[in-house]
């Protein structure tokens, strides 16, 4: 299962764009890219999934170039509620593999007024 | 309201104790995970099952044991032979059999020792 790297942690103010980039070089063909949202004492919040270009959503983007070895999480205009650890996971979600997934330590963001 | 609810919320064991972490789930989903969760670190796979009457050993199974008799339902025992069960307790669950499904996770039971 392909291990990932991400900043530790991120500082940014209200209103601004955050991107949060994710290295995960031996990212398997079938392996792919999700990012999850945790507050604490409360369970991982699915945010968005991307197998290669771009993805985006209600919530977030997620930017996966052609070689697929990172990938960034971009959260337009963060507010305070956006503070929080963000997970990258790199896994094989088919059915009979067990869908097991792999969490790091995640990137605390700090959202500050 | 479909979800994933574990139960109770704040779990005590004393030395020598089985506990029994529950987790039920209304989104008819197949697979069920059980995650274990230290301050300030990620995620452990502990156990998981994809269908009824199986399941596998995650990362970090010893000490822990599981059932899954139905469907909805995937409890956790952390048993006595389990030294350092203190940790934050995460069940989560996954849906039908498109391979890009991802995991949904309920809010967690905190675990601590007497």
């Known amino acids: 299962l392909a291990k990932t790297t991400q900043p530790i942690s991120m500082d940014s103010y209200e209103g601004q764009e955050v991107n949060i980039t994710c290295s995960h070089n031996?990212?398997?063909?079938?392996?792919?890219i999700t990012w999850y949202q945790q507050f604490p004492s409360q369970g991982p919040r699915f945010i968005i999934q991307?197998?290669?270009t771009k993805v985006t959503n209600e919530v977030a983007s997620l930017f996966i170039p052609a070689d697929r070895k990172s990938s960034t999480l971009s959260l337009p205009r963060v507010s305070l509620s956006d503070t929080a650890v963000y997970y990258c996971?790199?896994?094989?979600?088919?059915?009979?593999?067990?869908?097991?997934?792999?969490f790091g330590q995640g990137t605390e963001l700090s959202v500050k007024p | 309201d479909g979800g994933i609810t574990q139960s109770p919320k704040y779990l005590f064991r004393k030395e020598g104790q089985n506990v029994t972490l529950s987790c039920e789930q209304n989104?008819?989903?197949?697979?069920m995970y059980w995650y274990r969760q230290d301050p300030g670190q990620g995620l452990r796979l502990i156990y998981y099952?994809?269908?009824?009457?199986?399941?596998q050993k995650g990362d970090i199974a010893e000490g822990y044991s599981v059932s899954r008799e139905k469907k909805e339902s995937f409890p956790l025992t952390v048993t006595s032979a389990q030294k350092n069960p203190t940790a934050f307790y995460l069940c989560a669950s996954r849906g039908d059999r498109l391979p890009n499904q991802p995991q949904h996770f309920g809010d967690g039971t905190r675990l601590s020792i007497l």
């Open positions: 031996n990212i398997a063909t079938n392996d792919y």
């Open positions: 989104l008819n989903h197949d697979a």
């Open positions: 996971l790199v896994g094989l979600m088919i059915y009979n593999q067990g869908g097991k997934l792999i």
């Open positions: 991307g197998y290669k």
């Open positions: 099952s994809q269908i009824v009457n199986d399941f």
